[in-house]
């Protein structure tokens, strides 16, 4: 099985400034990553996925790079509403076998 | 729009069997899978297993082998995901999602479901 880990588990940064989080993969799932937002009491939301394609609808502030076992979702200027807890996941098998990162908290500064 | 809309919340006893809904529209049902994905209370997601509406291929998770089973009508378009001999660390809120074979987009509004004597 593959194992995502994420870190930090909480990163705290300030409305209008840059947050970076960080997902690495026990081994190489090429581009197969997908992030999620997820807000208290609500369903998970895709943000970004093939590592850094954008899904409908999602702003421009959030952008996805990497590839391989080294993935970051970047947030280019936090807003109130982006503070949330952030998942990543591969999907680098077949048949399907998905895991998930453990989550970033986004907390506000 | 594309949505999928779960089952109400449930409450079992421990050994019991739940069977959770996921009824989806806006989208032709059968050029998808379906994936489950639970949460437990204040903890992170957990993958369950995904099923194929085209023609009911599934794999689950292995910790989940034998307890869970994922089907699919394609006459209604909903998937269900029942699990068997549930127990207190089954408490959890239960997601399906719609599932391109790699990511989800969307998910549904999730199911509670608690086991508790």
């Known amino acids: 099985e593959i194992v995502m880990t994420q870190s930090p588990a909480t990163l705290s940064v300030s409305p209008g400034e840059r947050a970076t989080l960080s997902c690495r993969a026990s081994q190489s799932v090429s581009s197969n990553l997908a992030w999620y937002q997820q807000k208290p009491g609500q369903a998970p939301r895709l943000l970004i996925y093939?590592?850094?394609t954008r899904a409908t609808g999602i702003p421009a502030r959030f952008s996805g790079s990497g590839s391989g076992t080294e993935f970051t979702l970047t947030i280019s200027s936090l807003q109130s509403e982006d503070f949330a807890v952030y998942y990543c996941q591969q999907y680098n098998n077949w048949p399907p076998l998905y895991t998930f990162g453990q989550g970033t908290k986004l907390e506000i500064k | 729009q594309v949505q999928l809309v779960q089952s109400g919340a449930e409450v079992k006893k421990p050994g019991a069997s739940v069977k959770v809904s996921c009824k989806a529209s806006?989208?032709?049902?059968?050029?998808?899978?379906i994936s489950w994905v639970r949460q437990a209370p204040g903890q992170g997601l957990e993958w369950m297993g995904w099923i194929s509406a085209y023609n009911g291929n599934t794999n689950y998770a292995q910790k989940l082998q034998g307890r869970v089973t994922m089907t699919t009508d394609t006459s209604t378009s909903t998937a269900y995901m029942e699990l068997r001999s549930l127990r207190s660390d089954d408490t959890a809120v239960y997601y399906c999602a719609r599932d391109t074979t790699h990511w989800f987009d969307p998910w549904g509004q999730g199911t509670l479901v608690t086991v508790s004597s």
């Open positions: 806006g989208y032709t049902f059968t050029s998808y899978g």
């Open positions: 093939g590592a850094s």
